[in-house]
């Protein structure tokens, strides 16, 4: 079983940084591309942020050189930080973990799993 519980959410002013923490249960970790996604009220799930198992990043152009994705697979740990964060940054933050993992020359395990989301609240 692989489950994924994010933390670091909360309450931030307009260019203020927050750093959010997504541990993932089980043994796969270092073979998943982890990402965060972001939904805000009455809009679809978006992108944010991926990094893959060999640590190839992807941005989001609306963070690309505010926010940087992260991981530690000792720890089994993917991180974001968010720096200069503006209002429109306002949603939930999900992390997300996908992997293929072949169990034998037959057999392949696809995970998609998504944690349960984090607040993030840009306002003054």
């Known amino acids: 079983q692989v489950q994924l519980v994010e933390s670091g959410g909360g309450l931030v002013e307009p260019g203020g940084s927050l750093r959010l923490s997504c541990v993932a249960s089980g043994s796969i970790f270092c073979f998943a591309t982890m990402g965060w996604f972001r939904q805000a009220p009455g809009k679809q799930r978006d992108m944010v942020a991926t990094?893959?198992?060999?640590?190839?990043?992807n941005y989001a152009d609306s963070v690309k050189g505010r926010f940087t994705i992260s991981r530690d697979n000792a720890k089994n740990t993917v991180y974001l930080q968010m720096n200069s964060l503006k209002s429109e940054d306002t949603a939930v933050y999900y992390c997300n973990l996908r992997a293929s993992i072949v169990v034998s020359p037959t057999i392949t395990d696809d995970y998609d799993r998504w944690g349960q989301g984090t607040q993030v609240t840009v306002s003054s």
């Open positions: 990094i893959t198992s060999e640590g190839t990043t």
